[in-house]
Nanobody
């Protein structure tokens, strides 16, 4: 049974940083892993997608250069480092895993989701 649990969300000022964590279990180790966020528009958008088979990471244009995905395989933990936070980054952040090893772009590609962790950025 796949389980995902996010943590690390907080309320911060613009320009500050946060590090989100996602502890996972029971997932396909070579399948796509991703971070998504859902803001006030209620649209769940991709933040970053990691392809374990190739080691490639794809970032959304809105976060590229500011957010960094990493992982600790021994701890089954996925991280998202959020730097230079902006007000528009405020959202519920989710980690997710797919049953695919490639072609994981949008949220529809991911079958298993955590419950989310809230990030609120104020000016």
């Amino acid at each position: 049974q796949v389980q995902l649990q996010e943590s690390g969300g907080d309320s911060v000022q613009a320009g500050e940083s946060l590090r989100l964590s996602c502890v996972s279990s029971g997932h396909c180790k070579e399948c796509c892993m991703g971070w998504f966020r859902q803001g006030s528009d209620q649209q769940r958008e991709r933040v970053a997608t990691f392809y374990p088979r190739t080691g490639a990471t794809v970032y959304s244009d809105s976060v590229k250069g500011r957010f960094t995905m990493s992982q600790d395989l021994a701890k089954n933990t996925l991280y998202l480092q959020l730097d230079s936070l902006k007000v528009e980054d405020s959202a519920m952040y989710y980690c997710a895993t797919a049953t695919l090893v490639f072609g994981c772009n949008g949220p529809e590609s991911f079958a298993f989701w955590g419950q989310g962790t809230q990030v609120t950025v104020s000016s």
